[in-house]
């Protein structure tokens, strides 16, 4: 590439799994690259030698009640509504805020890195419509992405066991690396699991259990989920971003909000995008290339600001999360689950229905369902448990019993949730954010399929937890599903998997990019985050985003070369 | 404020809310502009308490965003219009004056039952109240509460733990 009439090759918005994936294959291939990354910055120093930072802690008011890793829900509101009958909004405030932040969302999690069925990409053909979702195959198989998943697997660093899941798809090599120490509780809930006709496994999961590319193995501190790892055990997206530095072709501008993608005078190609720094002054950044990779929220909230690449009308359409069914179990001893990665076993039956399952969805009026992976976990702070104690005389006693943490087990089914083109996001009428820009909107309702998904499945899920001890169950969801009733959790889903508001395909008139994540409408632009999922499958979306990056940013570079990290 | 708090968490054989520290949590965080930097964001990466260098008193600098969230949410935006993109907002500096002041100025002489009646016509206030007595008890002492570990020693919470972190048997182990 020649740089000369550009401030860079590529600018990249966005510094999470997808943009970061972004940044390491483009500075490989010899481009230079500016990332914007809204949030600020507590994973990496940005100068050589590019030390990791010491931000992050085993701080539990710090990570889970101060909004260390962002967005500031007063900075940042976002809205939430069911459908218009709400009105305006629903909600205004803290909506599925995925840390935003150099690193994105990958910093928050606790990496829990499966891939995609076969199955998953060509849905509508294997299992066919659904009244009322929006379902499509994708217009790439799994065939084509393996390659790219393998790649990403060795990129972020992923321990797993290959072999042992009845359902993964087929793989054309081990994981880099072998799983870490089962979680107590996880021995009790997979034998219970296995007991009683289940597949449980060790989860492939992105945190190292040897030291790997430069990084420590985890050290089992507990504090996972939600938190940044204090040692940067976990890879994503701490390896890609610090590979794409020392490259000496990339740089990162924390605190620079993406406010427009600029276009030609033809409006076929994008020459520019603008962004205002922390404190509101307007920058422009030129470049050859411009990679979007915000998230399936910011991305379809920065094109239509701007009403550009929406030629289809789709932009911010076909929102996905996973519906998430928690069935909690409390035990009458102690499991300690603060000691570990918060999840070491998932299992998967429930992806692949059964007759006797195809039948229950028959009864319920629907031609077939599926469920998603189930994580085995716990690992809950005690400031949280606290919260959910009662005040008064009781709260010490019930506290030291420690039903709601230190006796708690939880699976949570990642549900598939169908595509609806009604369920979108779009950009609020009057609220804004500090920067003055309209706030983002999400409008959203599961289908019949995800609530009769999860009142099937809930139940064998209560039993599993009594075959392995439990003295009692509950069972909640997010979203409720009851129209009546925030539930437990509150009308918002809670799970910070979001998707498809850009959605992939071969025709312009029905998808927003192709399927190498260019847009239709601006031919040296792509996507390279969750936006263009075409369904949701049962399974958690990083390793599917990275692989899809690694893909799209290999086409946009015309390179083809395999790597490995380190 | 102790006496509310203790209230909400009160002491049976261990320690509750008010021996723990929260007044001085709430007041920290209340007044988490009195120094410099901000008393907002404990440091890291650790505590020491588990090994290493100990980190988490030296408080995370805030950047000109992170200041301008954290003052509007403590002091409010006062018609500062800076304050005020979405409009008006409340701070918590005001919203414990209304309360501890709704509670009346007796409060910590009145009975259990007097206090809860006291409390429970303040629900808004009451749940302020609660969340940050949990976060003074069950959180890391820097902030304030918490005091000697009592509220993590009552319930058996070992607390941070890196760099030390736990080992493969105790975590699969029983």
Known sequence: MNPSSHDADAVIVGSGPGGATAADVLTAAGWSVIVLEKGRNHLLDLEPPYE??????????????????????????????????????????????????????????????PRFRELDFRLLSERGPIDGADLDDWPLDYAELEPCYAEAERLVGVAGEAGVNPYESWRSGPYPMAPGPDMYGAILSAEAATRMGYHPYRAPTGIN??????????????????????????????????????????????????????????????????????????????????????????????????????????????????????????????????????????????????????AAARQAGLPWFSGGTVEHGGGTGPITEALNCPPGPLHKELMRSSMLRDRLWVFTMQGEDMPQAVNRVDLHPSARDVHGLPAGRVTYSPHRHEIAASAYWGPKLEAIHIEAGASWTATTTSPPTDRD??????????????????????????????????????ENMICADSSVFVTSSGYNPTLTIVALAIRASRALAGIQPERRAG | MAAACERLIPADESSGAAAAGAADYIDGLLGAFRFDPPHVWAGGPFSGRAGG????????????????AWRTRIEGSRG???????????????????????LGADFAGLGSADQDARLDAVPE??????????????????????????????????????????????????
């Open chain 2, 80 to 102: 500062r219009v800076e304050r005020e993109w979405n409009g008006p907002v409340t701070g918590l500096q005001e919203r414990y004056e209304d309360g501890i002041a709704a």
């Open chain 2, 125 to 174: 206030f009451r749940s302020l109240l609660y969340e940050h007595a949990c976060e003074a008890m069950y959180g890391p002492p820097e902030y304030g509460g918490n005091r000697h570990l009592a509220g993590w020693r009552s319930i058996g919470f070992e607390g941070d733990v890196q760099p030390r972190g736990w080992s493969d048997d105790e975590v699969s182990e029983p």
């Open chain 1, 209 to 358: 259990t040897t030291d790997y590319d430069g990084r420590p193995s985890c050290n089992n501190c507990g504090f996972c989920g939600q938190y940044g790892c204090p040692i940067h055990a976990k890879g994503d997206a701490v390896a890609s971003l610090r590979r794409a530095l020392r490259s000496g072709r990339c740089e990162i501008r924390p605190r620079a909000m993406a406010t427009e993608v600029v276009l030609d005078e033809a409006g076929r190609r994008a020459r520019a995008v603008r962004y205002l720094d922390a404190v509101g002054d307007g920058h422009e950044v030129t470049a050859a290339h411009v990679v979007l990779a915000g998230g399936a929220f910011e991305t379809p909230r920065l094109l239509l600001r701007g009403g550009i690449a929406n030629s289809s009308g789709l932009v911010g359409r076909y929102l996905m999360f996973h519906f998430q069914t928690y069935v909690a179990a409390s035990f009458p001893f102690s499991l300690h689950p603060n000691r570990g990665r918060t999840v070491t076993h998932h299992h998967d039956d429930f992806v692949a229905p059964n007759a006797e399952d195809l």
């Open chain 1, 52 to 113: 990791l930072k010491g931000d992050f802690s085993n701080d539990e008011i710090k990570f889970t009640r101060r909004h260390f890793l962002g967005p500031d829900p007063l900075l940042e509101p976002r809205a939430f509504r069911r459908s218009d009958a709400d009105g305006d909004h629903l909600l205004l405030g803290e909506v599925n805020n995925l840390p935003s932040g150099v690193g994105g969302g990958a910093v928050h999690a606790d990496a829990k890195m």
């Open chain 1, 485 to 522: 009733s925030a539930g437990a959790m509150g009308w918002a889903p809670v799970s910070r998997h979001v998707m498809g508001t850009c959605r992939m395909g071969t025709d312009p008139r029905t998808s927003v990019v192709d399927a190498h994540g260019r847009f239709h409408d601006v």
């Open chain 2, 53 to 68: 260098e100990a980190s988490f008193s030296d408080f995370t600098p805030l950047d000109p965003m992170d200041e301008l």
